[in-house]
Antibody, heavy 116, light 106 residues
Framework: EVQLVESGGGLVKPGGSLGLSCAASGFTFSPYTMHWVRQAPGKGLEWVSSISSSSSYIYYGDSVKGRFTISRDNAKNSLYLQMNSLRAEDTAVYYC?????????WGQGTMVTVSS | SYELAQPLSVSVALGQTARITCGGSNIGYHNVHWYQQKPGQAPVLVIYRDTKRPSGIPERFSGSNSGNTATLTISRAQAGDEADYYCQMWDSTTVVFGGGTKLTVL
């Protein structure tokens, strides 16, 4: 079965750090550009970051630029998001997603709560 | 930065046709994709490249895109179609989502 499984979410204080992981299975991970998309409680989808197949091209949304770092390990079929200097407004469900022409496969999401 | 405008909510009677719009400047020149998201679940791709349906998506779902408006059409609406729907496109190297539309089936 083709699937993405996120992990690493939790409660963190403002200014703190957290690392998310996304494990891919059921397909060949390495050729695909991968993304992180988040959704604050009761709000819409917000794109966070993308990384190309060989990590040559990396992009970030304006709201996380300079604080978040995306990476991947093709040998481990895994995508990562390192989040630093977290703010209350970063509270959201974080999804990883596979890009073909669109986002054709999504994980189930992992919740990140930033609160003191 | 590019913005996509969606109505907050759309209502449709059971068995009738629902149309959800996604507005943007010259959006017809871009490929638009649509996602369905039910409460507590991850989004699901229902239309890509304006009009294409992924395997497993019913033919009742269709899309169009011209001028300044892309449209997702759901024919013969069912109770199970109640969900939030998001349009999405690429703006150069970044991703843009519409604000989402809540579809209610009456």
């Amino acid at each position: 079965e083709v699937q993405l499984v996120e992990s690493g979410g939790g409660l963190v204080k403002p200014g703190g750090s957290l690392g998310l992981s996304c494990a891919a299975s059921g397909f060949t991970f390495s050729p695909y550009t991968m993304h992180w998309v988040r959704q604050a409680p009761g709000k819409g989808l917000e794109w966070v970051s993308s990384i190309s197949s060989s990590s040559s091209y990396i992009y970030y949304g304006d709201s996380v630029k300079g604080r978040f770092t995306i990476s991947r390990d093709n040998a481990k079929n895994s995508l990562y998001l390192q989040m630093n200097s977290l703010r209350a407004e970063d509270t959201a469900v974080y999804y990883c997603a596979r890009q073909t022409e669109a986002f054709d496969i999504w994980g189930q999401g992992t919740m990140v709560t930033v609160s003191s | 930065s590019y913005e996509l405008a969606q109505p907050l909510s759309v209502s449709v009677a059971l068995g009738q046709t629902a149309r959800i719009t996604c507005g943007g400047s010259n959006i017809g020149y871009h490929n638009v994709h649509w996602y369905q998201q039910k409460p507590g679940q991850a989004p699901v791709l229902v239309i890509y490249r304006d009009t294409k349906r992924p395997s497993g998506i019913p033919e009742r779902f269709s899309g169009s895109n011209s001028g300044n408006t892309a449209t997702l059409t759901i024919s013969r609406a069912q109770a199970g179609d109640e969900a939030d729907y998001y349009c999405q496109m690429w703006d150069s190297t970044t991703v843009v989502f519409g604000g989402g539309t809540k579809l209610t089936v009456l």
